[in-house]
């Protein structure tokens, strides 16, 4: 079959030099314009052949050797798309996180040309893109034009957007000065366009065809749209090749016989829809395609799905595979690039689909692409949307169909202003409740009489002595408390002995602080994200803002500060044994560092945003570290980062990966296991848990005789995806999470088991927890789960949607009852952080959207609020490490450390009671 000369909707490339023909005048120019700047703006309406000028006019000027062009599309965002383009055309891998300017000289240092970075479609940014994107494109564009860098930048696109290189002019003033706009091609021009391919094709040509084509195409215009004119040439070239295939002549027949071709392009989209076994589905598809302002835009099968929902069509996936190929060979989309993203041909096709799209469909594109812009700008800048946003949202809400992501930040931006208004309503509540116990205070004083003492009278005068005098306050509060330890005294001890705390602290004659004695902290210079204890309690770690990654000692001091990629890092890992410490970042980057400071590896990982625990994992003597990866596997290295096992058993990705901190070689468990697989007890044995989406967990144990790990074990009773499976300290238990709302205990022979005062063997199942649960982990004693929950809609269209892990609904289930929720647990409440003593007389929440994390008793008395988020109790369950911007802060957390410190460390020896009501009612 003869090949087409005709380019239909396809651009001009650097090989279709000898069918180019009517540009001579306009290459020149271009030519010329490119030597003159380092930057070239080339604009102009649709359908002008910007795009063919450049790739093969301009492209045809240069010898090899002279230019090496790197063709920039837009995608999901600017900058990352110009890193994966020249990361394909580098030779020298390019360092994580490179700038723009690293890596242009990275890739001249390779190939030792002249870059020429073409941005083709650039009308996209201002399109597609957020205010954060152009900044951030704009600042390393600068970079690279003040460099002295090989380096030309050539931007090209529609000049209905040139208003927004404004923009770009604030920061690069000389933006616009080099510039060159691309005209329709004039009438004479188009016809050696027509004439010369087919000269080039042995196509014979009749006298005067070219001047009836262009009649009947452009009628009274002396200027010809390009893209029609291909499509035009195309369509005759088929029906001439298609009557008589040996001989090929465009004569003034065919043009007759063509008919009517004012909507050429329209009439070729209705035939090929029509032509669908479902044409509502395909113009549902074709319409994903299209921009807000009708231009193409790049987009996913995945984004086509849930485009057609949102338009009300729920196309199966095999249907758009079908149909998206079916565009492909029919011209009408391109073949998907390098990442995964399909696009129409030409903007005139999304002009023409643009205009089947009814005035509600064009409503449902620009609030999605409102909603879309304003995620981004979270991403980047943490950004929620505010209330008149949420209400613009809210006219459409059943009507759009968005994908996880949007709905999580949606509905994180509901959960904040809520959660302000309730705030406030919380403060008015207090206020008066604080004017009404001062009223009750006055009555009290006055009608109490001198010697009927009982323990809660003691607290309650204890309370009211604190602003005045909190040393005589703490010793009412400590009588008090021997008389009976009750929930209102362990109050008024922790009250009195915080704000005497607070007046030492600002009494500036005394020289030493005894608080920092406890925790002497130094602020850091960005937000603290995370902080936890390690295992042994000796060590804090955690991640900041700025992507570093910092290990403290439990008093404060600051060990080492660790930084991987710039990427934000979402998770944290230190080893049981103290001796490594793991990242893991947004781009699922995880590296490895010993603590001392020494990087060891970094690997590629993959990881769900509901449960972002266990990514990497170390074995308790820190011999072996485990990464999920790709393909349902985890990969399991030793110390050095080197490869020992890919761990492969499940089949859909896993989910998390933990080993069993507890490896006594004496134990009933070890022999059990070492007599199963006939193992050697002389070495460790090393268990593993790992979960998966294919609704199993599988315990895997070690085969020092294979020198592999092997499955034990495998539990398959969950009806969803399996989150989490972790180990107790003893190791006797495997404690998984699933999204069938129900948190289960196994034995390890894989039944199910749970630990209480003494053995219940059945499935535990609490009506508390209706939402799906995504981690769980047992408190230091095991006798205590505490849930980390998602949730779901119950919107009929939105179920399913789930909510990140962030958003959680935390609760604890104890061998006696749901404790801290018997002053107010109901489904409207959100605790963002849940934990519980390690003698289990204490637990601290903090509710979603405060700054301050309560301290209750196992009652749920509330014994104390304190400033900062995150709480962590320590070890011993002394003290309480919690998170304030960007310090720590350690509280002291029980009345005992409360005693110790006051008696033996005598830290308040400098101060002193007034000391005024002794007579009557001292009695310590």
Known sequence: MNKSPFKFLDSYTKEDKDIFFGRDKEIEELYSKVFESKILLVYGISGTGKSSLINCGLANKFEESDWLPVHVRRGSNMLQSVSETVSNLAITPLKPNSSLHESIKSLYLDHFKPIYLIFDQFEELFIFGNKFEKEEFSKEIKEVVESDLQ??????????YLAGITEFERVIPTFLENRIRIEKMARSNAKDAIEGPCKVHDIVVED?????????????????????????????????TSKNPDKLEFNNSILDQLGDVSDLLGNFLEEQINELDDPDSGLVML???????????????EEVADFSKTLGKNVDEETINEYIQKFVTLRILRDKDTSGRYELRHDSLAEKIYE?????????????????????????????????????????????????????FIKKSQDVIYNRKRALKRVTYLAVSMFLTMLFGVGYFGIK??????ASDLAIEALFLNDRDPAASLDKAIAAYDIEPTDITKKAIFEAFFALSDKFQKDTSQSTNPIKSIFDFTPCDAQILSAKYSTDGTLIYGHLADTSIKIWSNKGKELITLVGNQSPVIAVNISPDNQFIASIDEDHMAYVWKTSGAIICSIKVQFDPINTNNIVGFSPDGKYFTFLQDNNAVLITDNSGKKIQLLQGHTAPVTSATFSNFFNRHSQLTRTIAKGYNADLSNMIYLLATSSKDSSAIIWYYNHNESAFQEYIRCEDHEGVVWSAKFPASGKYLLTTCDDAIFRIFDLNGKLHIERQGVSKHL??????????CNAQFAMNEKAIILTTYSTSTKDHEKGIRFSQRFAF?????????IVFSWGWDSDTLFSFVDLSPNENYAVLTVFGDDVTILLTDN????????????????????????????????????KEIFRLVNEEKIFDNLSSSKYYYDDWYLF
Not at 287 to 301: C, L, M, N
Not at 449 to 454: E, G, L, N
């Open 860 to 895: 749920g008395f509330s014994i104390k609020t304190f400033h900062g988020i995150q709480p962590h109790f320590s070890r011993d369950g002394n003290y309480l490490l919690c998170i304030d911007g960007n310090k720590l802060n350690l509280f002291v957390a029980n009345e």
């Open 356 to 408: 089947k799209i009814t005035i509600v469909e064009k409503e449902l594109l620009e609030i999605g692409n409102f909603i879309e812009n304003a995620f981004s700008n979270y991403e980047k800048r943490n950004i929620l949307l505010n209330e008149r946003d949420l209400k613009y949202i809210d006219a459409f809400q059943g009507k759009l169909f968005l994908n996880n992501r949007l709905k999580i």
């Open 208 to 240: 005067g065809f070219a001047d009836a084509l262009l009649d009947k195409l452009s009628p009274d215009n002396t200027e010809v749209e390009l893209t029609y004119l291909q499509v035009f040439l195309d369509k005759i070239f088929k029906t001439t």
């Open 810 to 818: 935390t609760g604890m289930y104890t061998k006696r009852k749901l």
């Open 151 to 160: 380096c030309k930048l050539l931007f090209v696109m529609r000049e209905e």
């Open 764 to 773: 535990v199942r609490r009506e508390y927890f209706q939402r799906p649960i």
């Open 287 to 301: 319409k994903s395609f299209v921009s807000v302002k009708g231009t193409k835009r790049q987009i996913t099968e």
């Open 449 to 454: 009489k001198m010697y009927d003492t009982t």
